[in-house]
């Protein structure tokens, strides 16, 4: 995944860009950088954020950048934003998405003219490299980026600054949000809504899907209206959003209080008390524990002061170890207890099983586990939800693998169904394996009725693997 923020001021805008960019840092693990113009032409700043949080990296910046616009992005895996010359003029770009056919663009613009392509430390293209080589295809920025949609698979969100404005632009089928923030100065763009509340900014607007618009500090004018087809990702009120966020006008911390609630309204046992995994568990608990009126509890605590959210190591080994050192047991509430637990999801289900082991080691009776969503079967193919190099890292699809052996992949569709009795038969093996007192999943119907909006809007593919 990733974040951006850009702002388009009157004023000197580095205060603004740096605290807007920071607050994506929950999306993003590994680069962070800030472009700007000014007096000077461009500047621009790349830091690694793996061992450091944003704000450590980046505040030299703040006093000796300067300029009106500028862009700045937390990556979770290319250095970026990236300064362009072309013949388009200069510019500097920041993109969130994911191309599922690099290679075939790649060979094309090979095929119209382009030398080369700077490679990354694992051998891989910049994509946000290869999308400014496509938007340089054409004989302007507007039609460079409508280019770069149309044939990119899978979605690409991106900002362009140049010395005169900001293009912003939404994945053709609205994938990932772009907000639009206003002041008195200037405006801001931004991948997170919340992010400009703090400095003054207040909604002007929300891009609709494949939607263009051009940003000074003067006004925001669309340049490409906005389609009529939208498949936004459902995961972003699950898990990525931050509490305080809002997509489409909807509250990811109220939508994890309905989802939490739909979750007790199916459930037949009584547990002691509710908890939530930190973070992104805890609204989907209290949602729970409201509907169900068990007491909701932290009977483990994460330790924030040395391992702020946005710390996530790219190597499994390592994020199971964090994850399980981040968390600090609260005996007393755990000690002959019976626990029900919502986390957001099962990926691998490595961490949550640790964290069950770590319960009962610390006198938990039982450990209920309500996932807030269903079975993840599919990988996503539309953004980066994880670095995976399998599907086969899921753990639903191991377990399918097990019991259905060489005809696994013909009869997926009856485990996304919650009637089946093949899908009985997988949450129970799932159970066993990560030694859960019981296992329940979020039904697919329940939690998009929790959103709330046009079901048609929302994609599901990582769910029932439909597009």
């Given at each position: 995944?990733?974040?951006?923020?850009?702002?388009?001021?009157?004023?000197?805008?580095?205060?603004?860009?740096?605290f807007?960019?920071?607050?994506?840092?929950?999306?993003?693990?590994?680069?962070?950088?800030?472009?700007?113009?000014?007096?000077?032409?461009?500047?621009?700043?790349?830091?690694?954020?793996?061992?450091?949080?944003?704000?450590?990296?980046?505040?030299?910046?703040?006093?000796?950048?300067?300029?009106?616009?500028?862009?700045?992005?937390?990556s979770?895996?290319?250095?970026?934003?990236?300064?362009?010359?072309?013949?388009?003029?200069?510019f500097?770009?920041?993109?969130?998405?994911?191309?599922?056919?690099?290679?075939?663009?790649?060979?094309?613009?090979?095929?119209?003219?382009?030398?080369?392509?700077?490679?990354?430390?694992?051998?891989?293209?910049?994509?946000?490299?290869?999308?400014?080589?496509?938007?340089?295809?054409?004989?302007?920025?507007?039609?460079?980026?409508?280019?770069?949609?149309?044939?990119?698979?899978?979605?690409?969100?991106?900002?362009?600054?140049?010395?005169?404005?900001?293009?912003?632009?939404?994945?053709?089928?609205?994938?990932?949000?772009?907000?639009?923030?206003?002041?008195?100065?200037?405006?801001?763009?931004?991948?997170?809504?919340?992010?400009?509340?703090?400095?003054?900014?207040?909604?002007?607007?929300?891009?609709?899907?494949?939607?263009?618009?051009?940003?000074?500090?003067?006004?925001?004018?669309?340049?490409a209206?906005?389609g009529?087809?939208?498949?936004?990702?459902?995961?972003?009120?699950?898990?990525?959003?931050?509490?305080?966020?809002?997509?489409?006008?909807?509250?990811?911390?109220?939508?994890?209080?309905?989802?939490?609630?739909?979750?007790?309204?199916?459930?037949?046992?009584?547990?002691?008390?509710?908890?939530g995994?930190?973070?992104?568990?805890v609204?989907?608990?209290?949602?729970?524990?409201?509907?169900?009126?068990?007491?909701?509890?932290r009977?483990?605590?994460?330790?924030?002061?040395?391992?702020?959210?946005?710390?996530?190591?790219t190597?499994?080994?390592?994020?199971n170890?964090?994850?399980?050192?981040?968390?600090?047991?609260?005996?007393?509430?755990?000690?002959?207890?019976?626990?029900?637990?919502?986390?957001?999801?099962?990926?691998?289900?490595?961490?949550?099983?640790?964290?069950?082991?770590?319960?009962?080691?610390s006198?938990?009776?039982?450990?209920?586990?309500?996932?807030?969503?269903?079975?993840?079967?599919?990988?996503?193919?539309?953004?980066?939800?994880?670095?995976?190099?399998?599907?086969?890292?899921l753990?639903?699809?191991?377990?399918?693998?097990?019991?259905?052996?060489?005809?696994a992949?013909?009869?997926?569709?009856?485990?996304?169904?919650?009637?089946?009795?093949?899908?009985?038969?997988?949450?129970?093996?799932?159970?066993?394996?990560?030694?859960?007192?019981?296992?329940?999943?979020?039904?697919?119907?329940?939690?998009?009725?929790?959103v709330?909006?046009?079901?048609?809007?929302?994609?599901t593919?990582?769910?029932?693997?439909?597009?």
């Open positions: 995944m990733g974040g951006f923020f850009g702002v388009a001021s009157k004023n000197d805008c580095i205060f603004d860009l740096f807007g960019t920071d607050y994506h840092s929950h999306l993003g693990t590994r680069r962070a950088g800030m472009a700007v113009y000014g007096k000077d032409g461009f500047n621009r700043s790349i830091h690694n954020i793996e061992n450091s949080p944003f704000r450590t990296k980046f505040d030299k910046e703040v006093n000796d950048m300067e300029g009106n616009m500028g862009i700045g992005c937390i979770d895996y290319e250095p970026q934003p990236l300064i362009v010359r072309s013949h388009l003029g200069t500097a770009i920041t993109t969130v998405g994911r191309i599922n056919n690099l290679d075939e663009i790649v060979g094309m613009v090979f095929k119209k003219g382009h030398s080369h392509f700077l490679e990354m430390s694992g051998g891989d293209i910049n994509a946000t490299e290869l999308v400014a080589a496509i938007i340089n295809q054409k004989d302007n920025l507007i039609d460079g980026i409508k280019y770069a949609q149309e044939i990119i698979e899978g979605s690409m969100t991106m900002l362009v600054l140049t010395p005169k404005a900001i293009f912003a632009a939404r994945d053709k089928m609205g994938r990932t949000p772009v907000a639009i923030g206003k002041k008195e100065d200037g405006f801001c763009v931004t991948f997170e809504a919340f992010a400009y509340l703090n400095l003054g900014y207040t909604d002007y607007k929300e891009l609709g899907p494949g939607e263009i618009v051009v940003v000074t500090p003067e006004e925001v004018r669309t340049v209206m906005a009529t087809d939208m498949k936004i990702c459902t995961f972003l009120w699950i898990y990525y959003g931050y509490p305080s966020s809002s997509y489409e006008g909807v509250s990811v911390e109220e939508m994890r209080y309905r989802c939490g609630a739909m979750l007790a309204k199916r459930d037949n046992v009584t547990p002691d008390i509710v908890a995994v930190p973070d992104s568990g609204a989907h608990a209290i949602g729970y524990a409201n509907e169900s009126k068990i007491p909701y509890s009977p483990f605590i994460k330790y924030t002061p040395t391992w702020p959210r946005s710390f996530t190591p190597i499994q080994s390592k994020r170890l964090i994850a399980k050192m981040k968390l600090i047991p609260v005996h007393d509430l755990i000690q002959d207890r019976k626990l029900l637990l919502i986390d957001d999801s099962i990926v691998r289900g490595t961490q949550l099983r640790e964290t069950t082991e770590f319960l009962y080691t006198g938990a009776k039982e450990v209920h586990i309500r996932p807030a969503c269903p079975p993840l079967v599919y990988g996503c193919k539309y953004i980066n939800f994880s670095r995976s190099n399998s599907e086969m890292d753990i639903t699809r191991r377990v399918i693998k097990s019991l259905e052996g060489d005809n992949e013909n009869v997926l569709n009856e485990y996304t169904n919650p009637e089946s009795d093949r899908y009985d038969r997988m949450i129970e093996e799932i159970r066993k394996q990560l030694n859960f007192t019981s296992l329940r999943y979020h039904r697919l119907d329940d939690m998009l009725d929790a709330g909006i046009d079901k048609d809007k929302l994609c593919f990582c769910w029932n693997g439909k597009e």
